[in-house]
């Protein structure tokens, strides 16, 4: 195989590992809206769809790695390197890795988003539970007084406060 061989097929996969990575950052975003705006019905709507493609990008990032291997490349960004500077004179492969790298940040970033919103969303969960069931965060049992004030072995709490 040759360089133009190499450079086809790596744009190829490129191309599709950013389009996968795109359709899996869609998908994070209506979670997120679906989150933020206490939308059970989209969120749950969703999370039972298949649309986040993980599996094909994984399956990609291992025929990239074949790829490089195929070619005489390492296995990792200095081997990707390597073989996008021998087979891409247009530099088209660049442009397209530089995207891949911006679809991967928007990702990263949308799984954190997502994971602060559930994370804040259990917290408030446990904090409702804790005021219904006189359970505190750490566990311990309070009884409430009438006039709603709660007797802890730590000390007294209204019951507003907790």
């Known amino acids: 195989m040759n360089a133009n061989q190499c450079r086809q097929r790596m744009s190829e996969l490129l191309q599709a ?22 939308q059970l019905e989209t969120l749950q709507q969703s999370l039972t ?12 990032e291992r025929q990239r790695y ?10 990792d960004p ?5 073989c996008i500077n021998w087979c891409d004179q247009d530099q088209l492969l660049s442009g397209l890795y530089q995207q891949l790298i911006a679809s991967l940040m928007d990702l990263r970033q ?3 988003i997502n994971s602060l919103l559930v994370n804040k969303g259990q917290d408030r969960v446990r904090r409702s ?6 359970v505190g965060t750490s566990g311990a049992c309070k009884t409430y007084s009438n006039k709603g004030q ?7 709490r209204d019951i507003a406060i907790a």
């Open 78 to 82: 200095d081997g990707l390197e390597k």
């Open 129 to 134: 539970i804790g005021i219904l069931t006189g």
């Open 17 to 38: 590992q950013t389009e996968r990575i795109t359709q899996a950052n869609e998908y994070l975003l209506v979670v997120k809206n679906a989150i933020a705006g206490d």
């Open 66 to 75: 074949q790829l490089l291997t195929d070619f005489g490349f390492d296995q």
């Open 49 to 60: 769809s298949s649309d986040l493609p993980i599996e094909d990008i994984e399956n990609l």
């Open 110 to 112: 949308s799984i954190q």
């Open 150 to 156: 709660a007797i802890d072995p730590a000390g007294r």
